[in-house]
């Protein structure tokens, strides 16, 4: 999970630096290029403070905080952001550019809340595929109490993460 959470911060950091830089150079304005630039930054530091969090859950958790908008830093630097971008688009595309960066929230959001399912299964299908190297079964409640008898932690570890045993029949 925390590979799959570090490659979408850092797709989101390099959208975000993208948009920064596709922004048009207007010498006289350097003002509001310093602006734009320190609103990405702001924005992707809070990313990846995020994704520096103690563990999985914590950074999946700082990650939902921003995409929820319970973050006001991070609420703080989109709005400058989007702000700063709305300046270089036509007042009649504006409204476009709103219901994109919304569209693109959602969609960060949906695929977030979808992590925790996937993850989930991937690994369970590793576990499966480390007891079927040992020689058991995943399945095989039997295997699984005599993994418990001779403490065998590493093998009681993996039939629970292969999520096949019945919790009453254990």
């Known amino acids: 999970m925390r590979r799959r959470l570090a490659v979408s911060l850092a797709a989101a950091a390099l959208a975000a630096a993208a948009l920064?830089?596709?922004?048009?150079?207007?010498?006289?304005?350097?003002?509001?290029?310093?602006?734009l630039f320190g609103a990405v930054l702001a924005l992707?530091?809070?990313?990846?403070?995020?994704?520096?969090?103690?563990?999985?859950e914590a950074a999946?958790?700082?990650?939902?905080?921003?995409?929820?908008?319970?973050?006001s830093e991070a609420n703080r630097a989109a709005g400058e952001l989007f702000a700063e971008l709305a300046k270089e688009v036509q007042p009649e595309h504006r409204g476009t550019l709103a219901a994109?960066?919304?569209?693109l929230l959602a969609i960060a959001r949906r695929e977030q809340a979808r992590a925790p399912a996937d993850v989930a299964r991937e690994r369970a299908i590793a576990?499966?595929?480390?007891?079927?190297?040992?020689?058991?079964?995943?399945?095989?409640?039997?295997?699984?109490?005599?993994?418990?008898a001779r403490g065998d932690r590493i093998a009681v570890e993996l039939?629970?993460?292969a999520g096949a045993l019945r919790p009453g029949g254990r």
Do not use: C
């Open 20 to 35: 920064a830089a596709a922004a048009p150079a207007r010498s006289t304005e350097e003002a509001d290029e310093t602006r």
């Open 44 to 56: 992707v530091a809070q990313f990846v403070r995020a994704a520096a969090a103690p563990g999985p």
């Open 60 to 71: 999946r958790r700082h990650v939902d905080e921003i995409l929820a908008g319970r973050n």
């Open 100 to 103: 994109i960066a919304k569209d």
């Open 127 to 148: 576990a499966r595929k480390e007891l079927h190297a040992m020689g058991l079964r995943y399945w095989d409640e039997q295997q699984y109490r005599e993994a418990l």
């Open 159 to 161: 039939f629970e993460a």
